[in-house]
């Protein structure tokens, strides 16, 4: 499976800034950024294939951004404006496409971060 390395993680003040990072052992089809607080189920918060193609939820449309690297095989979230409900352990995972080698889909061990109000 392909190996992820996160950083970025930590504590912020509300209305701060944030980058984490995420670097792939190999060139994948796309990656993205999930994000699991207490009490609630796994979401998608970003995602960015290999051609430059990005996806926001809604929930953080307009204070997020996503951004990537092919050459350094690395994807980045961007914070602008965090909030305490973002709060949460944020997950990076690489998707090796429909053609790819199996398993499709790899995960990191994530890095928390928490927004103080």
């Known amino acids: 499976q392909v190996q992820l390395v996160e950083s970025g993680g930590g504590l912020v003040q509300a209305g701060g800034s944030l980058k984490l990072s995420c670097t792939a052992s190999?060139?994948?089809?796309?990656m993205a950024w999930y994000r699991q607080a207490p009490g609630h189920e796994r979401e998608l918060v970003a995602s960015?294939?290999?051609?430059?193609?990005?996806h926001i939820a809604d929930a953080v449309k307009g204070r997020f951004t996503i951004s990537g690297d092919n050459a350094k095989k690395s994807v980045y979230l961007w914070f602008h404006w965090a909030q305490p409900e973002d709060t949460a352990l944020y997950s990076c995972?690489?998707?090796?496409?429909?053609?790819?080698?199996?398993?499709?889909?790899?995960w990191g061990q994530g890095t928390q971060v928490t927004v103080s109000s």
């Open positions: 960015l294939t290999r051609e430059g193609n990005a």
């Open positions: 190999e060139h994948v089809y796309a």
């Open positions: 995972s690489a998707d090796r496409g429909p053609g790819g080698p199996p398993p499709r889909y790899s």
